[in-house]
Antibody
Framework: EVQVLESGGGFVPPGGSLRLSCAVSGFTFINYAMTWVRQAPGKGLEWVSFISGSGHTTYYADSVEGRFTISRDTSRNILYLQMDNLRADDTAVYYC??????????????WGQGTLVTVSS | EIVMTQSPATLSVSPGERATLSCRASQSVYINLAWYQQKPGQAPRLLIYGASTRATGIPARFSGSGSGTEFTLTISSLQSEDFAVYYCQQYNDWPPDTFGQGTKLEIK
């Protein structure tokens, strides 16, 4: 059974930093790209970042480019999101999702329960 | 960036009836579209990918259709557990993966 579990959220002042973790099990981690998606309170889903299975390719939403860094530890089956210079509009539940590519189709088929990040003074 | 627009924002339907949700892309995404269901306090759940392929374990009452820029998610004979928010997402032209703003399906 695939399991995805985020941690590391919390309360942080503007300009502060936080590192989110996402521990996964039930699949061969290195074979799958991973993604962070966030959801501001009462709002919709926003894609944040992508990392390939090998970790060699990363992408970021314009809103977080230069402030967030995605990485993965394939030996420990953990995905990370380092968030620096946080702003109030980064306040959201952050979800970690497994990205499956199948016959040319891409989709997020396993999601964690999310971890809440609150940026406020 | 491809913009995904869902309509209506809120849909009120009675249990047992059919619900039809729409999603429009600002440019063609072919069939590279997925649908997700999200219940309050829960993570999104994949329902449909490739515009019409049901994900593992998704009941047959959920069906997806469309291609290019116009897509539809149909839920036949609504069950109580189907009342939730539904999002479409394109992955044809990424990054970024873009989501629609969601349609809230509520009990009439």
């Amino acid at each position: 059974e695939v399991q995805v579990l985020e941690s590391g959220g919390g309360f942080v002042p503007p300009g502060g930093s936080l590192r989110l973790s996402c521990a996964v099990s039930g699949f061969t981690f290195i074979n799958y790209a991973m993604t962070w998606v966030r959801q501001a309170p009462g709002k919709g889903l926003e894609w944040v970042s992508f990392i390939s299975g090998s970790g060699h390719t990363t992408y970021y939403a314009d809103s977080v480019e230069g402030r967030f860094t995605i990485s993965r530890d394939t030996s420990r089956n953990i995905l990370y999101l380092q968030m620096d210079n946080l702003r109030a509009d980064d306040t959201a539940v952050y979800y970690c999702a497994k990205r499956t590519t199948d016959s040319g189709f891409n989709y997020f088929d396993s999601w964690g329960q999310g971890t809440l990040v609150t940026v406020s003074s | 960036e491809i913009v995904m627009t869902q309509s209506p924002a809120t849909l009120s339907v009675s249990p047992g009836e059919r619900a039809t949700l729409s999603c429009r892309a600002s440019q063609s995404v072919y069939i590279n579209l997925a649908w997700y269901q999200q219940k309050p306090g829960q993570a999104p759940r994949l329902l449909i990918y490739g515009a019409s392929t049901r994900a593992t374990g998704i009941p047959a009452r959920f069906s997806g259709s469309g291609s290019g820029t116009e897509f539809t998610l149909t839920i036949s004979s609504l069950q109580s557990e189907d009342f939730a928010v539904y999002y479409c997402q394109q992955y044809n032209d990424w990054p970024p993966d873009t989501f629609g703003q969601g349609t809230k399906l509520e009990i009439k």
